[in-house]
C-alpha cells in the first residue's frame, strides 16, 4: 500500500488543522492505520491509531482532545484533526498502515508495516 500525508502547512498557535493522508494500492479498508510524528531532534512519536472498525486508540493521554483521527474507507483516506494547536506540535507528520489484525491493540507505536512520506506542520507562536 502505498501512502501519501497532506495538509501541513505554517499555521499560529491556537488553529486548527486537518492533515489527509491517502492510501493506494491494496484494500484500504483492511489496513489499521496510524499517525506519526518527529519533532526537530526528537524520536518518532506515535499519535493515534484507528482500527478496520474504526475506533481509535490514543498514545498518550495528553493527546486526549487536542488530536482526533478518522478514516473515510469510501476515499481511502484518514485523517488527523488536531485543535489548538501549540508550537510544540511543530513536526513531520506521518501515516502509516499495518495488514496485521488487530494492529491498534498492539504496540503499534513500535512501528508499523508501511509508511507514507510526512506533511511538515509548522506552528508559530
Known amino acids: 500500500v502505498q501512502l501519501q500525508a497532506s495538509g501541513g502547512g505554517l499555521v499560529q498557535a491556537g488553529d486548527s488543522l486537518r492533515l489527509s493522508c491517502a492510501a493506494s494500492?491494496?484494500?484500504?479498508?483492511?489496513?489499521?492505520m496510524g499517525w506519526f510524528r518527529q519533532a526537530p531532534g526528537r524520536e518518532r512519536e506515535g499519535i493515534l491509531c484507528?482500527?478496520?472498525?474504526?475506533?481509535?486508540?490514543y498514545y498518550t493521554n495528553s493527546l486526549k482532545g487536542r488530536f482526533t483521527m478518522s478514516r473515510d474507507n469510501a476515499k481511502n483516506t484518514v485523517y488527523l484533526q488536531i485543535r489548538s494547536l501549540k508550537p510544540e506540535d511543530t513536526a513531520v507528520y506521518f501515516c502509516a498502515a499495518d495488514p496485521t489484525i488487530g494492529a491498534c491493540a498492539s504496540n503499534w507505536y513500535d512501528g508499523m508495516g508501511y509508511w507514507g512520506k510526512g506533511t511538515l506542520v509548522t506552528v508559530s507562536s
Open positions: 494500492g491494496r484494500t484500504f479498508s483492511n489496513y489499521d
Open positions: 484507528i482500527g478496520t472498525g474504526a475506533i481509535s486508540t
